[in-house]
């Protein structure tokens, strides 16, 4: 299935990362935002195209370190309809260099709006008689907390086309325990969505052991992602909350089996805001995400073999 290519090019680059492409209009350098304002009349246009040159920048210098990329829909929606277009135009820039895309889109709806969700971010619109793949991402992130109502329909998409999902399990911000650590008899309600995850993914089954069901457990609760490594042996992990939020490569590691693999493990600002950190020349924002993105690579190579 379709974390069987994530896993190969994971083994390949020797990386179990992604970088996550969230671009707020004051991460990109101000030399490329004033180039695009001043072309454009209208200023969502200008900033939507600003955001695509800075995101080619980026994948051109990661694409041979960093194995596939998040853009975050909401920082897309941002800008409107030339927003979405930069969306569209980024994922199919990033295959074009070989990565795997996961869009972050935290969908989250049943029956045939989950359809349309499918159909837009995994699957084709069939317009006429002729099957068009609106964005066309790899995986989508997805939230499971409407039951199985809101992830049956999307099964059916990654059977055909042989697609991924993310379900939110185990999420890395502060607040996520008022609702995921309460407990239900004996388990919590984070548990009981793993293994959900794990019952889901029994229809997607993949060539590594891991299927096409997969669970978004944080590296800032690096407790819960060990014990759920161990209770999700079929569930492949996207683990946000390196660097920015506060999870280290020592916290991330709960999340890989003994072979090294099982996890992908995200950063976004670290990333691709790594020039403002170094305080280098704007024009060499590409070079300094690759910096960082080989930095995380071998900081996290300290802790998982590949």
Known sequence: MSFDLLIERIKELKNPTVAGLDPKFSYVPPYIRDSFLNEFDDPLEGAAMAVLEYN???????CDVVPAIKPQAAYYELYGWAGMRTLQETIDYAHQKGMYVITDGKRNDIGTTMEAYAAAHLGTVDIEGKKIAPFDGD?????????????????????????????????????????????????????????MCEHWGEELPGRYGYSGVGAVVGATYPEQLSELRAKMPHTFFLVPGYGAQGGGAKDVAGGFDKNGLGAIINSSRGIICAYQKEDCDEREYAAAARREAIRMRDDISQYVNL
Do not use: W
């Open 56 to 62: 080619r920048g980026l994948i051109d210098a990661l």
């Open 139 to 195: 995986a989508l992130t997805v939230n499971g907390y409407l039951g199985s109502d809101g992830i049956t329909p999307l099964l059916k998409t990654c059977k055909e086309r042989d697609k991924g999902i993310f379900v939110l399990v185990k999420t890395s911000n502060p607040s996520s325990g008022e609702l995921q650590d309460k407990k239900i008899g004996e388990q919590t309600v984070y548990e009981i969505m793993g293994t």
